[in-house]
C-alpha cells in the first residue's frame, strides 16, 4: 500500500557485529530507511554492493581485509550513485580528508546520537553533506592551524572577500538559504559564487570545496 514512499536502502558494514545490531535497530525505528545489507569488511561490503541495490553505504573506516577508506574508493569506481557515510572512532583530520577524497557525503563519530545519524542520512541521500559537530570542530581547528602557513598559497587562487566568506560558511555546513539571509544576499546569488568557487578550485561538489578547505587552510573571515 505503501509503494509511493522511497525507502532508503542502507548498507552496514563494521567488523563487530553488536555494532551493527544497533545501528540497524536504531535506523529501522525510521519507516523511510531500511538496512538491506550488513558486512564485516570491506571485501563483503563490494560483493553486497554488487549484488543489491544499495542507496547509501555506512563505512566504519577500520575494518579487515579491506578498511572503509578503500572500500569507499572502489564503491565509487562500481557504483558511483551509491552515497558514502564515514562512521568512525577517528576524528583526526587526516581520516576525514581521506574519506571525502574517496568520495564520502557525510562523516559522523560513534558517539553521534541516533538522530544525528538519521540526519545524515538523509542528507546524503538528497545529495548534500553532513559532518557531526565534533568532526566540524576538528576540521576548523586544523585549518586555523593551517591558515598562517598556507594563506599565501590560499590567496594565489584569487578568490573574493565574498567567496572566502561562503567558503568559509559552506565548511560550517550552512545552507544556502542560511549563507544568503547571514551575508544579505539572494539565494540565486549564493549559488554563483558556489559555481564559481567550484570551477575556481577544481572542485567537482560540494564535498571537494570542503576537501580544499581543508586542505589549503581557511581563516576565519568575520562572518
Known amino acids: 500500500m505503501n509503494d509511493e514512499v522511497q525507502t532508503i536502502k542502507v ?47 555506512i563505512l566504519d573506516i577500520n575494518m579487515p581485509e579491506l578498511d572503509g577508506i578503500k572500500t569507499a574508493e572502489k564503491i565509487k569506481e562500481r557504483k558511483p550513485g551509491v552515497k558514502i557515510i564515514a562512521l568512525t572512532m577517528l576524528k583526526e583530520t587526516q581520516h576525514i ?17 541516533r538522530n544525528e545519524l ?32 598556507q594563506h599565501s598559497k590560499f590567496n594565489q587562487i584569487l578568490l573574493t572577500k565574498r567567496e572566502k566568506e561562503i567558503l568559509h560558511l559552506i565548511t560550517l555546513q550552512y545552507s544556502n538559504q542560511d549563507i544568503a539571509a547571514k551575508l544579505f544576499i539572494s539565494v ?15 572542485s567537482k561538489n560540494v564535498v571537494g570545496l570542503v576537501l580544499y578547505a581543508i586542505e589549503h587552510g581557511l581563516q576565519n573571515s568575520g562572518v
Open 11 to 57: 548498507l552496514l558494514a563494521d567488523d563487530h557485529k553488536l555494532v551493527r545490531d544497533g545501528i540497524k535497530g536504531y535506523l529501522e525505528e525510521d519507516a523511510g530507511i531500511e538496512v538491506v545489507a550488513e558486512a564485516g569488511n570491506g571485501e563483503e561490503a563490494l560483493k553486497l554492493i554488487a549484488e543489491k541495490e544499495i542507496d547509501i553505504a
Open 97 to 113: 580528508r581521506q574519506m571525502l577524497r574517496a568520495g564520502a557525503s557525510a562523516y559522523l563519530l560513534k558517539s553521534c546520537s
Open 118 to 149: 538519521l540526519l545524515a542520512i538523509k542528507a546524503a541521500h538528497a545529495g548534500d553533506t553532513y559532518f557531526s559537530q565534533e568532526v566540524t570542530h576538528s576540521v576548523m581547528q586544523a585549518m586555523s592551524g593551517q591558515g598562517k602557513a
Open 188 to 202: 540565486r546569488t549564493v549559488e554563483a559564487h558556489k559555481r564559481n568557487l567550484i570551477e575556481k578550485t577544481g
